[in-house]
T-cell receptor, first 115, second 110 residues
Framework: DAGVTQSPTHLIKTRGQQVTLRCSPISGHKSVSWYQQVLGQGPQFIFQ???????GRGNFPDRFSARQFPNYSSELNVNALLLGDSALYLCASSLADWASNYGYTFGSGTRLTVV | LAKTTQPISMDSYEGQEVNITCSHNNIATNDYITWYQQFPSQGPRFIIQGYKTKVTNEVASLFIPADRKSSTLSLPRVSLSDTAVYYC???????????FGTGTRLTVIP
């Protein structure tokens, strides 16, 4: 079975541009969460979606948005990119909108560099 | 979510047992303690979870004292491939988000 897949693996964007990151959860998983990991720090929670509805939002500006599709895949959009948005963006999937902590499976992430 | 404190880094020789302690003084009654492992350019991977006393699996052991204000992740006979960042998380099982601190960077030396 494929794990959580994210695309692209690497991306370089210019300040002010917009970016879309994609995530496909494990087959059967209905929940997708997004995390931002800045170099040297732990991942920080951005969003959680379950059954196409937003179920949680972290402390991120409105430039960050996401959505979930009927096949449970998800996109994370970031508008008006800033240099500080450079990070590894991680997607995690789980069966339900909640999970015991071991129920989260992470992808390998998308490395976004803003120049 | 309860805040956690871990050592920033640790070094260990191959074959030794490694113990990483995490402090979580504000842990709530319903909170579980979970440890994740992260290799460079990969997402975190679940290692072990516990509520009290001792939990053991094929990878590690987790020791939690009676007051639950700290926990210790024990990795038996580490190898070079155990070089990674280890995160201690404390929160409700079932929370829809995970709170990662800065973690402990373990370096295993040949």
């Amino acid at each position: 079975d494929a794990g959580v897949t994210q695309s692209p693996t690497h991306l370089i964007k210019t300040r002010g541009q917009q970016v879309t990151l994609r995530c496909s959860p494990i087959s059967g998983h209905k929940s997708v969460s997004w995390y931002q990991q800045v170099l040297g720090q732990g991942p920080q929670f951005i969003f959680q979606y379950y059954e196409k509805e937003e179920r949680g939002r972290g402390n991120f500006p409105d430039r960050f948005s996401a959505r979930q599709f009927p096949n449970y895949s998800s996109e994370l959009n970031v508008n008006a990119l800033l240099l500080g948005d450079s990070a590894l963006y991680l997607c995690a999937s789980s069966l339900a909108d909640w999970a015991s902590n071991y129920g989260y499976t992470f992808g390998s992430g998308t490395r976004l560099t803003v120049v | 979510l309860a805040k956690t404190t871990q050592p920033i880094s640790m070094d260990s020789y191959e074959g030794q047992e490694v113990n990483i302690t995490c402090s979580h003084n504000n842990i709530a009654t319903n909170d579980y303690i979970t440890w994740y492992q992260q290799f460079p350019s990969q997402g975190p991977r679940f290692i072990i979870q516990g509520y009290k006393t001792k939990v053991t699996n094929e990878v590690a052991s987790l020791f939690i004292p009676a007051d639950r204000k700290s926990s210790t992740l024990s990795l038996p006979r580490v190898s070079l491939s155990d070089t990674a960042v280890y995160y201690c998380l404390v929160g409700l099982t079932g929370a829809n988000n995970l709170f990662f601190g800065t973690g402990t960077r373990l370096t295993v030396i040949p």
